[in-house]
């Protein structure tokens, strides 16, 4: 498809397992960000890569959470030994450039039990 | 990025025009405003964006004051699917953080 696209799209992980998370963007899309959204809350800022570079990772609540774009398009976000508090919906977005309209996938809905 | 402040709802008749208001007072001068909308389980999607001048597309129109303190997001013909919680957003073109910042945005419900 032509949009953005995220897997799994929920994940039952038990406390302390890892988790990957991963996103497909739209082919061409220089920038990708991730967000993690709360029940209830609007999205929260993790991180943001330009090509394979991650310029900004200082939303990434801890040292638990990390993410990698090895060769500028696909990405994975990963966290280590999860935590309740982990149990979010996360959303990826691409686009073209770093300040234009970004384009979401339906996200990864987490679930720490 | 500067701050927005909006209603935490409104609601509107289906078929009436929804006007979501939004103020941004400290925006700058290379901030732009943003709108974007979330429909239930699914991810943010782009609406509409505007510097300083009104700019309309298939979606909706943005009106932003002279004195670019405040903007109005103007659904002409809402549906019921229209029912969304809406994020007004102001962005730097340069410098600054690289996320969008959403806030809780405006639950629109749109009345049948």
């Known amino acids: 498809g032509a949009g953005v696209s995220q897997s799994p799209r929920y994940k039952v992980a038990k406390r302390g397992q890892d988790v990957a998370l991963r996103c497909d963007p739209i082919?061409?899309?220089?920038?990708l960000f991730w967000y993690q959204q709360a029940l209830g809350q609007g999205p929260e800022f993790l991180t943001y890569?330009?090509?394979?570079?991650?310029?900004?990772k200082s939303g990434l609540p801890s040292d638990r959470f990390f993410a990698e774009r090895p060769e500028g398009s696909v990405s994975t976000l990963k966290i280590q030994r999860t935590q309740q508090e982990d149990s979010a919906v996360y959303l990826c977005?691409?686009?073209?450039?770093?300040?234009?309209?970004?384009?979401f996938g339906q996200g990864t809905r987490l679930t720490v039990v | 990025d500067a701050k927005t402040t909006q209603p935490p709802s409104m609601d509107c008749a289906e078929g009436r025009a929804a006007n979501l208001p939004c103020n941004h007072s400290?925006?700058?001068?290379?901030?732009?405003v943003y709108w974007y909308r979330q429909i239930h389980s699914q991810g943010p999607q782009y609406i509409i964006h505007?510097?300083?001048n009104n700019e309309t597309n298939e979606m909706a129109s943005l009106i932003i004051t002279e004195d670019r303190k405040s903007s109005t997001l103007i659904l002409p013909h809402a549906t019921l699917r229209d029912t969304a919680v809406y994020y007004c957003i102001v962005r730097g073109s340069g410098g600054g953080a690289d996320g969008l910042t959403f806030g809780k945005g405006t639950h629109l419900i749109i009345q049948p």
């Open positions: 082919s061409g899309h220089v920038s």
């Open positions: 400290t925006i700058s001068g290379n901030e732009y």
């Open positions: 977005a691409s686009s073209s450039d770093r300040v234009g309209r970004a384009f």
């Open positions: 505007g510097l300083k």
């Open positions: 890569f330009q090509n394979e570079a991650q310029l900004d």
